[in-house]
T-cell receptor
Framework: EAQVTQNPRYLITVTGKKLTVTCSQN?????MSWYRQDPGLGLRQIYY???????DKGDVPEGYKVSRKEKRNFPLILESPSPNQTSLYFC?????????????????FGPGTRLTVL | GENVEQHPSTLSVQEGDSAVIKCTYS??????FPWYKQELGKGPQLIID?????GEKKDQRIAVTLNKTAKHFSLHITETQPEDSAVYFC??????????FGTGTSLTVIP
């Protein structure tokens, strides 16, 4: 089954304790991305990756790190979590089927990770 | 950066009526506009998208229109059904790189 998986699904941690949220996709997608969802703010993009070893900042990258060493995995790292990073996090992936200005393809989202930082 | 505004934030319609959700964007370079549906406890799911070289796209009961001059795009759902109840998000992107989402519309279809 084609899917994006995230682990853990729920996490409660304390301020300053490093954590990693994993994301994996089995669709051989080039593009992967992380979003956070907060009430009243919609989804905001944290980082995205167009392919292996290529990552770029999204709209809200502060306090987060990512890596793309393999095509299928795109972990989100919080080196020193703070309470304002309490949120619902989504990983997404898509193929890059078109070139140039018309590029843009269906993003498949994972089930989400609810993170609470105390 | 891009700014996407979405209205209304909540929408209630009677079953069988139409629902319209509107979004505006600020960056004229944006050229890909997807719409997502999010059900409770799940991740968003694409329902329809449109690219800037097209003014309208339809898929059964769902249609999207794009006005590049005015920088706005709209989602139209006809013959609404209770299972259409969900939160809907619009988004804008330049060539599928960075994505900017609206703040969402909670649609309730009343049986």
């Amino acid at each position: 089954e084609a899917q994006v998986t995230q682990n853990p699904r729920y996490l409660i941690t304390v301020t300053g304790k490093k954590l990693t949220v994993t994301c994996s996709q089995n669709m051989n997608h080039e593009y992967m991305s992380w979003y956070r969802q907060d009430p009243g703010l919609g989804l905001r993009q944290i980082y995205y990756s167009m392919n292996v070893e290529v990552t770029d900042k999204g709209d809200v990258p502060e306090g987060y790190k990512v890596s793309r060493k393999e095509k299928r995995n795109f972990p989100l790292i919080l080196e020193s979590p703070s309470p304002n990073q309490t949120s619902l996090y989504f990983c997404a992936s898509s193929s890059i089927s078109l070139a140039g200005a018309l590029r843009g393809d269906t993003q498949y989202f994972g089930p989400g990770t609810r993170l609470t930082v105390l | 950066g891009e700014n996407v505004e979405q209205h209304p934030s909540t929408l209630s319609v009677q079953e069988g009526d139409s629902a319209v959700i509107k979004c505006t964007y600020s960056d004229s370079a944006s050229n890909y506009f997807p719409w997502y549906k999010q059900e409770l406890g799940k991740g968003p799911q694409l329902i329809i998208d449109i690219r800037s070289n097209v003014g309208e796209k339809k898929d059964q009961r769902i249609a999207v229109t794009l006005n590049k001059t005015a920088k706005h795009f709209s989602l139209h759902i006809t013959e609404t059904q209770p299972e259409d109840s969900a939160v809907y998000f619009c988004a804008a992107s330049v060539a599928g790189n960075q994505f900017y989402f609206g703040t969402g519309t909670s649609l309730t279809v009343i049986p």
